[in-house]
């Protein structure tokens, strides 16, 4: 019998992404694009976005470096301010002025230590699509929101907040990552039926606001401790269509065969 489910997954491109957060030097940085670009041009046969999403200071460097190779360069945040006053601050038409197109945006570390809510985060969702840079929307949960059994509501409030103000076209520019904040850098990776549980709900949630069209073309992915040895099995759930993966990412091997496991 046709199996629905997995037609409409395998329709859906795999994104793996790295998130170095604030880690490595400029020559760590170099050496391990270079280190991850060389397995992955004999070993990867696939078709999934791979994407770095570097620290500011390297942008430039690492977009040369991967010219040639299948990997993109992606940013980690962006101001929702385009020019002006901002001090520290970096704007999306910066980043779109040197060709970079991919940024996490309400990263679960932005929204704790730096005060982000919803709505600098919309705001921020706006900005990068202005520039046509796709945002990685990040929400999830803390552990306390789980056990108190909040988790679902929690993710839908985050969800509604940071992009139910964009219409049905600018919605499907977006990716939507799921990080259970107790599963990243814990070591505590969701189980597979965890995260296609949330998965589901949140492509419901998307159906509901802008059909089942428009939802089932959405990328849903999911981050949170993800490494070599439970990429495949997370990546293989039906509304998973990839990874937002920190620690692992900072391994060239490891990376690597996480990239390997998304098919
Ligand atoms: P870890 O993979 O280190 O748990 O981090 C996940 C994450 O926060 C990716 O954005």
């Known amino acids: 019998m046709l199996n629905l489910d997995y037609n409409l997954n395998s329709m859906r491109k795999k994104i793996v992404a790295g998130n170095w957060k604030m880690n490595k030097t400029a020559e ?23 994407l770095v999403c570097v620290p500011f200071p390297y942008l430039t460097t690492m977009k040369e470096l991967v010219k040639d190779t299948s990997i993109s360069v992606g940013a980690q945040n962006c101001s929702q301010f385009d020019w002006g006053a901002y001090t520290g601050e970096t704007s999306a038409p910066m980043l779109a002025s040197i060709k970079i197109d991919h940024v996490i945006l309400g990263h679960s570390e932005r929204r704790q230590y730096f005060g982000e809510d919803g709505k600098t985060i919309a705001a921020k969702v706006d900005a990068a699509l202005k520039y046509g840079i796709t945002p990685l929307f990040c929400c999830g949960e803390q552990l306390e929101v789980r056990e108190a059994g909040k988790h679902f509501d929690l993710v839908r409030q985050q969800v509604a907040e940071g992009l139910f103000h964009l219409n049905a076209e600018s919605i499907q520019k977006v990716v939507i990552a799921y990080e259970p904040v107790w599963a990243i850098g814990t070591g505590k ?14 492509r419901q949630q998307l159906a509901g606001q802008y059909g089942k069209a428009v ?21 293989s759930c039906a509304d998973v269509d990839g990874g937002l993966v920190g620690g692992a990412s900072l391994k060239a091997r490891e990376f690597a065969e996480i990239v390997k496991a998304a098919r």
Not at 189 to 202: C, F, K
Not at 215 to 235: Q, R, T
Request: charged share 20%; hydrophobic share 50%; aromatic share 6%.
């Open 28 to 50: 760590e940085a170099v050496a391990l694009v270079k280190e991850l670009s060389s397995i992955l041009a004999t070993e990867f046969k696939g078709d999934s976005t791979i």
């Open 189 to 202: 990776t969701a189980s597979a039926a965890q995260a296609q549980e949330m998965h589901a709900l949140i």
């Open 215 to 235: 939802a089932d073309a959405i990328k849903i992915l999911y981050g949170g401790s993800v490494k070599a040895d439970n990429a495949a099995e997370l990546f």
